[in-house]
């Protein structure tokens, strides 16, 4: 059983290529991480400013401990996070 995140950005308008870059730095570094399965960020084809990233961690603590490392502090708390007009966050387990 795998514990997944679901998370909707919209960037600020004009914000839209710092949250690609973000998004682009912090695939491979999460990949990395190990309690992470998956990590595979989208970007909307219709909305440019809209991004889904979908997560897979083996459980909460390994995600836990993802948003502890130093790239999430510095990409998404310093970079993407104020540069965002919102965030969302779903979370799952699988069946």
Request: proline content about 8%; charged content about 25%.
């Amino acid at each position: 059983m795998a514990y997944i995140v679901a998370a909707y950005w919209r960037a600020k308008p004009g914000q839209e290529e710092t949250i690609r870059r973000v998004l682009e730095i912090m695939t491979p570094l999460s990949r990395q991480e190990p309690g992470c399965l998956f990590y595979q960020p989208h970007r909307s084809p219709d909305d440019p400013r809209l991004f889904f990233i979908y997560e897979q961690y083996v459980d909460e603590a390994a995600y836990e401990a993802h948003m502890a490392t130093p790239h999430f502090e510095q990409y998404v708390k310093g970079e993407a996070i104020p540069n965002l007009e919102s965030r969302e966050r779903h979370f799952f387990w699988t069946l």
